[in-house]
């Protein structure tokens, strides 16, 4: 048991309790949504993201234009 439960795992999971301490921060897939959804990193990485999204945007217009309801279709 002690491998796979190290000293530090026992703070949260044993004394904090005992203490009358908040031991996690909610439930559980609301904390793991959470850390995907705000996670830190450079500004940098950021706007490249956004820039990435944007081209993926642009190339997908260009690729399969949109059309109108109505205009084009055969028989009309």
Do not use: N
């Not at 009358?20 to 897939?29: E, N």
């Not at 959470?34 to 996670?39: A, E, P, Q």
């Not at 820039?51 to 234009?65: E, N, R």
């Amino acid at each position: 048991m002690w491998r796979y439960l190290p000293a530090d795992g026992l703070g949260t999971a044993v004394a904090r309790p005992l203490a009358g301490q908040v031991s996690d921060r909610g439930d559980f897939i609301a904390t793991w949504v959470h850390d995907l959804m705000f996670f830190d990193a450079e500004p940098w990485v950021f706007t490249v993201c956004y820039c990435s999204f944007g081209a993926a945007v642009v190339l997908s217009w260009l690729m399969v234009p949109p059309r109108r309801r109505g205009v084009g279709k055969p028989g009309q």
